[in-house]
């Protein structure tokens, strides 16, 4: 019978990234339809900048900030409640920088 290595010696897997993959087409799509012109090109540009964000932060707090950023263009009375308060623009500042990085890092103009 052959000597077999311990299971805790086997090398550890990869994580894996919990941003599901309708989360990742939704972005995709809104950020080709952002960035008009060149489909292809920006199609792996925008795939690539939802994975450099998904490097950058958990889906929870993703999930947070980016519907922080989205409350701040609701307009009129009722979207003040969701648009005005402290934290909305604390979180929505801190998706602006993530998504910029994201940007630079995959040549998105």
Known sequence: MPIT???????????VSDFPTTTRV???????????????E???????????????????????????SKYLRLGGERGAEFRDPAQVKVMAKKYKEIETRAANACFLK
């Open 42 to 68: 920006s199609f792996y540009k925008c795939s690539c900048a939802i994975d450099e964000i998904a490097k950058q932060t958990a889906f929870d707090e993703y999930a947070e900030i980016s519907t922080a």
């Open 5 to 15: 290595a311990p299971a805790a010696a086997a090398p550890a897997a990869a994580p």
């Open 26 to 40: 939704e972005y995709v799509l809104e950020c080709m339809q952002a960035h008009p012109g060149k489909n292809y």
